[in-house]
C-alpha cells in the first residue's frame, strides 16, 4: 500500500534561516507528516558556496547551481526562497516559480513590500499559494492572525515592534544611559547588529514588514514607498531619560491605519506610556498589535529573527501548503487589491513630545509659547531642567493633539529663534 | 453569469454570541466575501424565545423551533452551534450535522472539553471542519495559531490566563487591597461576574479551554478529568500583598506541558514575576503563551469574551470554511490522537510560596524549619512580620524547586504544630 503523496520542497538560500529549515524539516518527520496530512520531503537546495560546511545532512537531496533551476524541476512542487534581495535572483526564482505552477514560500520582505503585488497576480493566476509568514516578525504567526485570524473583522490600526536589532539598542540605551553609537557598537559585536547597520537602524527592514502587515490589514497593494520613515539614530540617552520621566518608553514603531486623507503608514521613533503592552516589549522581541472592530486589540509577541523562529514560519507554511490551503496573497484576491492613496504625514494627528536646547535667558519660554500658540498647538507639560545661565538647557514639552502640519510650522518657526541653539527634536507620541 | 456558490449558515443560539454574530455577518458582507472568496449567507436560526426583540434584522432567514432540526436542513452547509452546555441539544445538533455532512462551528468549550474526541472523529469520518476558535479566549486566535501557526514546532509548555471575571476580580483585589468576596460582589452587580460564579471563579470554565489547548499543543485528546484544578476563592488580600512584596503577580493559571510522568495540566492561582508579560494582563483580557522549539515563547493577548470578541471568531471560522480549509479538529487526525497518561501533581516539580499563620512564640520558626528540612524542601525567601506576643503573625516563605509530593508532606505536618493555627495557604510559582 502506497501512502501518500509527499509534499516535495526545494530550497533556495542556506544561510542561517535556510539552514534552519533544513534542521527543523529533518528533526521530527513524522510529527510534522501527521500535521501536515504527508510527508514533507526535501528534494533540492541551492546556495551560493556549495564547499562550505554547514553541517547538514543534505543526502538524496540535489544540489543545484543556479537557484533560478528551482523553478522548472520537474520533482519540486514548492520552492522556498531564501536569498534575499527586493530584485535579483530571488525576484526571478519567485516568478518563474510561480508561472510553472509551483508554490513559493518566502522569508524575503523586500521583495514582497516592493513587487508583492505582481508576484500575487502571479500565485492567484497559477491557482498556487505565495506564502510570507517567516517575512515578517519571524516567529509570531502574524500573518496568520491577521489574514485568517482576523478576517472577520474591520482593522482600524496595526501597530508593531517590527526590528529586534532597534528594539535591543533602545532598550540597551534605557537601560543603561549609554548613547545610541557606543550601544550599536556593542550591539555589534554581539552579533545583534550587522557590520553596516544602516538596514536596520535606519528603519528600512522594519517599513518592509509594515508594508505587508498594511496590506492585509486593509486589502491593499503594498505600498513600501509610500511609508514615511525615520530610523533610531537620532534618539538621544537625554530623551530616553525625559520619556521616562514623563512616563513613556521610546519605541521604534511602525503604524498603519485608514484615516480619512488615505492610507497613513509610518515607521519612527515613539513614545508610548509605559503601562501600554507594547512598551513592555523588550530586547530582541517583536510584537504587533491589531485593532479592530469587533475584536477590540489583540497583541503577539515573541522573537522575530533568527534561525528557529523564522524556520518555524517557513515551516508553518509549508505545512498548511501540504495540506492544500491556498489563500490570496494579500487575503483578497489581487485583483481586488485596492491602491489606497498616501496619507501625508502633515495631515498626521497625534501628540508631541519636543525637546528644545535653549540658552537660559528671559523671555525664550514667552517666544516658544507664543509660536505654539499661533499654531493652535497646545501644551500638555513642560519640564525644564535646573537653570544655568551660561549653558544650553533642555525645555521639554508635550502637545495635546495636534497636526503634523502645525507642529512642523512651529518648530521651523522655534528654530529659528536666537536663543534656540540647536535643531528642535520631536517624537510622536502614540495612543496605546 | 451567476456567483459563486454562497456557503449557507445555520445558527443555533441568539444569545450575546449569537447575537453579536448575525451583526458582524450582516456588517460588511461584501468585505466579507471578498476574505472569503464567496458570500456567507445566513439562512437559519434557532433560539429559545422566538418573541424577544434581540435588535436583530432576521429577514429571508428561516426560524427552526427545534435546533437539531438543522442538522437537516438541506439549504444549511455549516451549523454555528452556539447553545452551550456540555451535552443535551448542543452535543445531539453537532453530532448530527457531522454525521449529516455539515460543516460545525462552536463556541462551546464544555462540551468539546469532554466529548472533543468523539466529535472530532464524526468530523474526520464526514470530511468536514469542527472549528471551535471562539471556544478559547474569545478574541484572541490562538486556536489557529497553535494548530497551524505553529504547526511545524514541538510545543514545550501552553499556559494562559483563560478566564476574564476571575482575572478582573484578581486585578481589582491587587489594585485595591479589597478581599475577593467583596470585590465579586461588585462584579456581579457590574455584569462581570455571573448570579451563579462557580463555573468562572472555580476555574471550570478556564479548565475547559486548557483541556483545548493543551489537546491541540501535545496532539491528544482532550482530557479536562485529568485536569487539576483550585479556583480562585481562597486568594486573600493579604496573599495578594505579600506577592507584591516578593516581586510577583497572582493569576489564575491554566498550564500544561509533557513531563516524564504523563500530560500535567493544571489550573490555579499561580505566582508569576511581575516582570513576566503574563503578569501585565490585567482587567478582563485573556492571554496565551506558547514556549516551543524552536520559535521560543510566543505571547498573545486579548479580549477572552464578549459579543464581538467571540463573533470574530466564529466568523472568521465560517471564513475559512467559505475558503475550503479544512483541518483535523485537534490538528492531527482523530485517530491519531493520542491519550496521554494524566502526570499526577504529586510529580509536579516547582516553586512554591507558602503563608502560615502561627502564635508568636519562641521556637515556631525552628519547628517549621525542621519540617521543610525533613522533605528537603529549601527555602528561597522569608518574611516574618512585625512581632505581637498576643496576635498571629503571618511567616511567608518561598521555596526554591521541589515537589508536591514533599511540599504537601511538608504542609501537612506543619499544619500540624500547635503553633500553627490555620491551615497553611500554598500558592506554586511559575517560571516565566
Known amino acids: 500500500m502506497s501512502g501518500p503523496t509527499p509534499l516535495r520542497v526545494a530550497i533556495a538560500g542556506l544561510g542561517t534561516v535556510g539552514a534552519g529549515t533544513v534542521r527543523l524539516l529533518a528533526s521530527d518527520p513524522a510529527r510534522l507528516a501527521l500535521r501536515a496530512g504527508r510527508p514533507i520531503e526535501l528534494r533540492a537546495v541551492s546556495a551560493r558556496d556549495r564547499g562550505r560546511d554547514r553541517g547538514l545532512a543534505l543526502d538524496g537531496c540535489r544540489w543545484v547551481e543556479d537557484a533560478r533551476e528551482l523553478a522548472f524541476a520537474d520533482d519540486v512542487d514548492v520552492v522556498v526562497e531564501l536569498i534575499g534581495g527586493a530584485d535579483g535572483i530571488a525576484r526571478e526564482l519567485a516568478a518563474a516559480a510561480l508561472r510553472r505552477g509551483k508554490a513559493v514560500v518566502t522569508a524575503n520582505k523586500a521583495m514582497l513590500a516592493r513587487h508583492g503585488a505582481e508576484l500575487a497576480a502571479l500565485a492567484d493566476e497559477a491557482a498556487v499559494p505565495l506564502a510570507f509568514e517567516a517575512a515578517v516578525a519571524g516567529g509570531i504567526p502574524i500573518v496568520k492572525s491577521l489574514r485568517e485570524g482576523l478576517s472577520g473583522d474591520a482593522v482600524q490600526r496595526v501597530f508593531g515592534i517590527l ?7 533602545l532598550t540597551v540605551m534605557r537601560e543603561t544611559g549609554r548613547d545610541f553609537a557606543d550601544v550599536l557598537e556593542e550591539a555589534q559585536q554581539l552579533g545583534y547588529a550587522e557590520a553596516d547597520p544602516s538596514f536596520d537602524v535606519d528603519g528600512i527592514d522594519a517599513a518592509h514588514k509594515l508594508a505587508l502587515l498594511a496590506a492585509i490589514a486593509f486589502g491593499g497593494r503594498p505600498g513600501f514607498d509610500a511609508i514615511h520613515i525615520e530610523g533610531i539614530r537620532h534618539v538621544s540617552a537625554l530623551d530616553i531619560e525625559f520619556a521616562e520621566e514623563l512616563g513613556y518608553r521610546i519605541k521604534l514603531l511602525g503604524v498603519a491605519r485608514l484615516t480619512p486623507s488615505g492610507l497613513e503608514q509610518r515607521l519612527h521613533p515613539a513614545m508610548v506610556r509605559k503601562d501600554a503592552p507594547i512598551a513592555r516589549v523588550d530586547g530582541v522581541f517583536n510584537a504587533v498589535g491589531v485593532l479592530a472592530d469587533p475584536v477590540g486589540l489583540v497583541m503577539h509577541e515573541g522573537r522575530g529573527a533568527g534561525a528557529g523562529p523564522t524556520a518555524s514560519a517557513v515551516v508553518a507554511d509549508l505545512v498548511d501548503i501540504a495540506r492544500g490551503i491556498r489563500l490570496p496573497t494579500f487575503g483578497v484576491p489581487s485583483s481586488a487589491l485596492v491602491d489606497h492613496p498616501a496619507a501625508p504625514m502633515a495631515a498626521h494627528e497625534g501628540c508631541y513630545y519636543i525637546r528644545l536646547m535653549v540658552l537660559d535667558q528671559p523671555g525664550v519660554l514667552a517666544d516658544v509659547a507664543a ?22 538647557v533642555p525645555i521639554v514639552l508635550t502637545s495635546h493633539q495636534t497636526t503634523e502640519a502645525a507642529m512642523t510650522a512651529a518648530l521651523t518657526a522655534i528654530e529659528a529663534l536666537p536663543t534656540v541653539i540647536e535643531p528642535p527634536r520631536m517624537i510622536r507620541i502614540e495612543p496605546n
Open 163 to 169: 526590528n529586534g536589532t532597534c528594539n535591543y539598542i
Open 371 to 392: 509660536i505654539l500658540r499661533d499654531q493652535h498647538v497646545s501644551i500638555e507639560a513642560l519640564i525644564q531642567r535646573a537653570r544655568n545661565p551660561n549653558q544650553p
